[in-house]
């Protein structure tokens, strides 16, 4: 670790602490060529993964939920934010102890925040992820729609409790 004053490369750990409830490690550190004395932290860093239907682990892409989002949400008269508030939705499925998260939980995610927003960016959605191949997976999609209210009062969910 490099000294922010001299520029130094040797310095050495006077004393490591567990910080953020055990996520990071503190460090103060001692410059051993001008004795300037500084903090680092140190934090493991994850790569989020998706777990495909058919077995797979693929990266976690913020920007391909954001675009089927936009997509369904097309020519839709919604809120400013909208997008945003349900991408982040969706990426808060994932923290450090859950990296790897089923597909189907992020599609019923992407799901319940566009059925609480817009019932067309919904149907739209679920044509796409739900497979539809006719006019009747429509019809029972909306009698569906129809038995149940809708969740969280038409608002964006909440994110889920740890996460």
Same mark, same amino acid.
């Given at each position: &670790?490099? /000294?922010?004053m /001299?520029? %130094?490369?040797d =310095?050495?750990?006077?004393d490591?602490? %567990?910080?953020?409830? #055990?996520r990071?490690i503190?460090?103060?550190?001692? /410059?051993i060529? /001008?004795?300037?004395?500084?903090? =680092?932290?140190e934090? *493991?860093?994850?790569q989020?993964l @998706?777990?495909?239907?058919?077995?797979?682990?693929? +990266?976690?892409?913020?920007?391909?939920?954001?675009?089927g989002?936009?997509?369904?949400?097309a020519d839709r008269? @919604?809120?400013? #934010? =909208?997008?945003?508030?349900?991408v982040?939705? =969706?990426e %808060?499925?994932?923290s *450090?102890?859950?990296a790897? @998260?089923p597909?189907?939980?992020? #599609?019923?995610?992407?799901? *319940?925040?566009?059925?609480?927003?817009d019932?067309?960016?919904y149907?739209?959605?679920?044509?796409v992820?739900?497979?539809?191949?006719?006019?009747?997976?429509?019809?029972r999609? &909306?009698?569906? &729609?129809?038995v @149940?209210?809708?969740p969280?009062?038409?608002k964006? +969910?909440p994110?889920?409790?740890?996460?």
């Amino acid at each position: &670790m490099r /000294c922010q004053m /001299c520029r %130094s490369e040797d =310095t050495k750990v006077i004393d490591s602490r %567990s910080a953020e409830e #055990g996520r990071a490690i503190r460090r103060r550190r001692e /410059c051993i060529e /001008c004795g300037h004395r500084f903090t =680092t932290h140190e934090r *493991a860093t994850y790569q989020p993964l @998706v777990l495909k239907r058919d077995g797979r682990l693929d +990266p976690f892409s913020a920007d391909k939920v954001r675009a089927g989002i936009e997509q369904a949400l097309a020519d839709r008269a @919604v809120p400013p #934010g =909208t997008v945003e508030d349900l991408v982040t939705q =969706t990426e %808060s499925l994932f923290s *450090a102890e859950n990296a790897v @998260v089923p597909a189907s939980q992020i #599609g019923d995610t992407v799901l *319940a925040g566009l059925r609480a927003v817009d019932e067309v960016a919904y149907l739209r959605f679920a044509s796409v992820y739900k497979d539809f191949s006719g006019a009747s997976d429509f019809e029972r999609e &909306m009698a569906a &729609m129809e038995v @149940v209210s809708p969740p969280y009062g038409g608002k964006v +969910p909440p994110a889920p409790a740890g996460g």
